[in-house]
């Protein structure tokens, strides 16, 4: 029997989004997820793709404003966004 695969440490962090995702009412959220996510951001956004993704817990109403917005700046930011969230998603399960 082969030994068993050891588990694999997920990256963790702190920042504006690990705060603000331990800070939302959501049921998922932990430290170690919140930390994982943070990590993520860290790698995928640049501090004002994180700080426009921090106002998205507060208010979810905006990731839709932005998501369909005509700005050429919004629609870079929701491509970039995608990404981060897939790649967190991931990452962080």
């Known amino acids: 029997m082969a030994?068993?695969?050891a588990p694999v440490a997920?990256?963790?962090?702190t920042g504006p989004i690990q705060r603000a995702c331990l800070?939302?009412?959501?049921?998922?959220r932990s430290r170690e997820l919140c930390g994982c996510i943070q990590a993520v951001a860290d790698k995928t956004l640049?501090?004002?793709?994180?700080?426009l993704a921090v106002s998205f817990y507060s208010d979810p109403?905006?990731?839709q404003d932005i998501r369909?917005?005509?700005r050429d700046s919004?629609?870079?930011f929701w491509t970039t966004y995608r990404e981060?969230?897939?790649r967190a998603e991931r990452t962080c399960r």
Do not use: I, M, V
Request: proline share 6%; no cysteine; aromatic share 6%.
């Open 3 to 5: 030994p068993a695969a």
């Open 10 to 13: 997920k990256p963790f962090a």
């Open 23 to 28: 800070a939302s009412d959501r049921k998922a």
């Open 46 to 51: 640049s501090g004002s793709d994180q700080r």
């Open 61 to 63: 109403h905006r990731a």
């Open 68 to 70: 369909q917005s005509d």
């Open 74 to 76: 919004h629609r870079r």
């Open 84 to 86: 981060y969230t897939d």
